[in-house]
């Protein structure tokens, strides 16, 4: 299992996971799930940060952004945590392991065609 981690606080390293993190793990590791973990959730609502972000007119990833982008790189689950607060940590390793032990099977999306 691969976990691809990105600062909930840093509107670049979400960008990251899109253009640089998942392009590579995919490319060297296809079928190896991947867990998407959006960290440092405390600084969602820590003043200074939101303060330096809208400065630059830009605001911490939200978690509807993080699911979004964990569908859009395949990735088995979407979670949040912040070592800070320890909040969350805990399930980013659960679920890594539980995405080992019962990997989730793709559909047979074949259909039948008559002719």
């Known amino acids: 299992v691969f976990i691809i981690c990105f ?3 840093s509107p670049s390293s979400y960008a990251n ?3 640089k993190w998942h392009p590579e793990v995919s490319h060297h590791c296809p079928n190896v799930p ?3 973990v959006g960290t440092k959730r405390d600084l969602r609502n820590d003043p200074e940060t939101v303060k330096k ?3 630059q007119s ?3 990833t939200t978690p509807q952004q993080g699911t979004s982008l964990a569908k859009q790189i395949g990735a088995v689950k979407y979670l ?3 070592a800070l ?3 969350g940590v805990r399930e980013v390793f659960a679920e890594a392991v539980r995405a080992v032990l019962y990997p989730v099977t793709k559909k047979n999306t ?3 065609v008559l002719l």
Do not use: A, D, M, W
């Open 7 to 9: 600062s909930i606080g």
């Open 17 to 19: 996971v899109r253009h």
């Open 34 to 36: 991947i867990l998407l």
């Open 53 to 55: 972000l809208k400065e």
């Open 58 to 60: 830009l605001v911490p």
């Open 80 to 82: 949040e945590c912040s």
């Open 85 to 87: 607060n320890q909040e």
């Open 110 to 112: 074949r259909k039948c």
